[in-house]
T-cell receptor, first 116, second 113 residues
Framework: EAQVTQNPRYLITVTGKKLTVTCSQNMNHEYMSWYRQDPGLGLRQIYYSMNVEVTDKGDVPEGYKVSRKEKRNFPLILESPSPNQTSLYFC???????????????FGPGTRLTVL | AQSVAQPEDQVKVAEGNPLTVKCTYSVSGNPYLFWYVQYPNRGLQFLLKYITGDNLVKGSYGFEAEFNKSQTSFHLKKPSALVSDSALYFCAFDQTGANNLFFGTGTRLTVIP
């Protein structure tokens, strides 16, 4: 089944304790992205990657890191989490059929993170 | 700043009635416009997109949207609502075609049996 998976689905942690949220897709998509969803704000893009070893900042990158060492994986790293990073996080992937033609994105099920 | 706006936080409609979820945009050039739906405890699912061409776009689950350049709107519509359509709907745009989506704040649709 074609899908985007995220782990963990739920995480409660404390301020300053490094964590990683994994994201994996099995559709051979070039493009991957991370979003956070907050009430009243919709989804905001954190980081994105157009291909292996190519990453770039989205709208709200502060406090986050990413890496893209393999095409299928795009982990989100919080080096020193803070309470304002409590949110619902979504990973997404998309084919890049045409560099100038925006394509449907496939979203993972979400990771609910609480930072105490 | 360029953006999309969803003026209604919540829309309620009776089952079988037509539904409209509103979206207006403030984006220069020719934007790519999208609708996504989020069911409870699920990720977002693509419904439809407007790139160019016919202003009426048909999408998944019987939904359609009309691109109106003069009113800068991209409202989502369905002729006959189902209870199973109850969900959170997001309008989004991608200005550059580089897949970087900017989302509206979402509209919660409730279809009453």
């Amino acid at each position: 089944e074609a899908q985007v998976t995220q782990n963990p689905r739920y995480l409660i942690t404390v301020t300053g304790k490094k964590l990683t949220v994994t994201c994996s897709q099995n559709m051979n998509h070039e493009y991957m992205s991370w979003y956070r969803q907050d009430p009243g704000l919709g989804l905001r893009q954190i980081y994105y990657s157009m291909n292996v070893e190519v990453t770039d900042k989205g709208d709200v990158p502060e406090g986050y890191k990413v890496s893209r060492k393999e095409k299928r994986n795009f982990p989100l790293i919080l080096e020193s989490p803070s309470p304002n990073q409590t949110s619902l996080y979504f990973c997404a992937s998309s084919p890049l059929l045409d560099r100038y033609l925006s394509n449907e994105q496939f979203f993972g099920p979400g990771t609910r993170l609480t930072v105490l | 700043a360029q953006s999309v706006a969803q003026p209604e936080d919540q829309v309620k409609v009776a089952e079988g009635n037509p539904l409209t979820v509103k979206c207006t945009y403030s984006v220069s050039g020719n934007p790519y416009l999208f609708w996504y739906v989020q069911y409870p405890n699920r990720g977002l699912q693509f419904l439809l997109k407007y790139i160019t061409g016919d202003n009426l776009v048909k999408g998944s689950y019987g939904f359609e949207a009309e691109f109106n350049k003069s009113q800068t709107s991209f409202h989502l519509k369905k002729p006959s609502a189902l209870v199973s359509d109850s969900a959170l709907y997001f309008c989004a745009f991608d200005q550059t075609g580089a897949n970087n989506l900017f989302f509206g704040t979402g509209t919660r649709l409730t279809v009453i049996p």
